[in-house]
């Protein structure tokens, strides 16, 4: 089995890194992990030296800058034929490279795991949560677990402003290239997203930003607006339940 780069994100990652690091050595065959912390204080880097005193194959980088300048940093380390971006807050499903290996054709230029957000895994609207993602990442694209053909970025400058929609960026210059990106439902990623997204302030916030990704996209303005709904549901269920607790 081909071995592959992995690249991860980490800021004050501590709450799920070490569960995702994990599923990562579990379920891909890891040439060398390349972390870009953006100067953790919490226990971040301790997990990482963790994972390099256990596999000896961890390259660390260090990056105050945005997150579209961490990947081109990330990119540039990179030595095998395919690699992968992993966000630090996923949980890999089993079995995650052997699935995506089976897309990997000559025309294709990355590979994506579809995102499901772990609030939804039992509700019955996932699967409409699913295809509704689908179309997202068709149009703007996606890191959460994206295997990416090195020759497909070659040459790739990812602007140093893209804090958010770098991997709109990414995408597009891979298209730009002649290559296909392939969405996928299996392999997957759970997305465990933080407590404090579901507060009303943290859910006004990224309601705002996605709005303004579907303004310059008017077809997506329906599906922006039910990742909103749910949203809200799920801060108003949070809220809930802190005010019982107390």
Not at 107 to 118: F, L, M, T
Not at 167 to 194: F, L, M, N, Q
Not at 215 to 229: C, E, T
Request: hydrophobic fraction near 40%.
């Amino acid at each position: 089995m081909k071995t592959i780069d992995v690249v991860m994100l980490t800021k004050n990652s501590e709450r799920l890194l070490r569960q995702c690091l994990t599923s990562v050595y579990e379920n891909v065959p890891v040439n060398n992990l390349i972390v870009v912390d953006g100067y953790s204080a919490d226990t971040t880097l301790d997990i990482v030296k963790e994972f390099q005193e256990r596999y000896g194959n961890v390259i660390l980088l260090q990056d105050h800058g945005t997150r579209g300048n961490a990947r081109q940093k990330a990119i540039s380390k990179v030595k095998t034929d395919w690699f992968m971006f992993v966000d630090s807050d996923v949980i890999l499903c089993k079995g995650w490279f052997a699935k995506a290996e089976r897309l990997m054709k000559d025309n294709v230029g990355a590979i994506w795991g579809i995102e499901i957000w772990s609030v939804l895994k039992n509700m019955k609207i996932l699967g409409l949560f699913e295809r509704i993602t689908m179309k997202i990442f068709e149009s703007r694209g996606g890191t959460h677990d994206l295997l990416v053909r090195s020759k497909a970025v070659e040459g790739i400058c990812i602007p140093y402003r893209l804090h958010t929609y770098e991997d709109s960026y990414i995408k597009t210059w891979i298209c730009k290239k002649g290559y296909d990106v392939v969405p996928a439902y299996e392999p997957y990623c759970i997305h465990y997203r933080p407590e404090n997204v579901w507060t009303i302030e943290q859910s006004i916030g990224l309601i705002a930003s996605d709005l303004k990704l579907a303004v310059r996209r008017p077809q997506l303005i329906f599906s922006y607006a039910f990742y909103a709904a749910i949203v809200l549901y799920q801060s108003l269920l949070h809220n809930f339940s802190f005010r019982k607790l107390k």
